[in-house]
Structure formats: structure tokens, C-alpha cells
């Protein structure tokens, strides 16, 4: 176990990245019940992992429309992106979960922000049910 609290420039512990690896892999199962424990606890809905990708990014990608709610219901930024400037919603439309890219729009996720956009990989993947909802 690494104590850091001696050197306040140290970066984080071993716990806290076990912490923060344990809330991305819940974002990617859609484990919402223990993730909605870690945020009702002080965790930050806009942790981002090393790609710049949020837990909101992993929870869209892999089509968890629930997760994807409750992280926007605790802060999560609908229209953030990731070091590729990749949105949620087109990582929802490039993978084709339109429950997922509804949340997200109804959020305010900008269906043109992002490279690819959300329309531009929608367009790409013949996702129609998806443009349908772009408009």
C-alpha cells in the first residue's frame, strides 16, 4: 500500500486506482446498483480514464442506457468527449444502441459534435433507427 499523504505531488495510491478501475469496469458492465453506491458516496461522475474516456463514454459504448442515466443524473456531461474527440452518443450510434443515444439526446448530447459525429457514424453504420432519432 502506497501512503501519499506525505508527498502531496505523488500521484494516487494503489486503492484509489483499484477504486477508479473497479467504477470504469462497472460503467462498462452497466453495473448501475454499484455505481449508484459509489456516486451516493462522493465519487465523481467525470472520472475519466487515462484515453480521456468518462465513465459516461464506457457505459454508452457498451450500451448501458440505465448506467448512462443515472451518471447524467449525477453530473456526467453528456456532450464531453474523450482524447479523440469521440462524444457518448457516437460511440451509442457507431455501436447501434438507440435507447442509449435517446438518454443521451434527451440530455442535450449534440448529435453533430465530435469525429466522428454522432450523425457521421450513424450515416456510416447504416444505423437508421438512430438517424431516425437524430432527425
Do not use: C, W
Request: hydrophobic content about 45%; aromatic content about 4%; glycine content about 10%.
Amino acid at each position: 500500500m502506497t501512503d501519499n499523504t506525505s508527498n502531496p505531488t505523488a500521484g494516487p495510491g494503489d486503492e484509489t486506482l483499484a477504486l477508479a478501475e473497479t467504477l470504469f469496469q462497472a460503467a462498462r458492465e452497466g453495473n448501475t446498483a454499484l455505481l449508484r453506491a459509489y456516486l451516493e458516496a462522493g465519487a465523481p461522475a467525470t472520472l475519466t480514464n487515462a484515453a480521456g474516456d468518462s465513465l459516461l463514454m464506457l457505459a454508452a459504448y457498451h450500451g448501458h442506457a440505465e448506467t448512462v442515466q443515472l451518471l447524467l443524473q449525477h453530473g456526467a456531461d453528456a456532450g464531453g468527449t474523450n482524447d479523440r474527440a469521440q462524444t457518448p452518443l457516437a460511440g451509442a450510434a457507431f455501436k447501434g444502441y438507440p435507447d442509449v443515444a435517446r438518454v443521451l439526446l434527451d440530455a442535450g448530447a449534440d448529435p453533430d459534435a465530435g469525429t466522428p459525429s454522432a450523425r457521421a457514424a450513424a450515416q456510416m453504420f447504416a444505423r437508421q433507427e438512430i438517424l431516425d432519432l437524430l432527425g
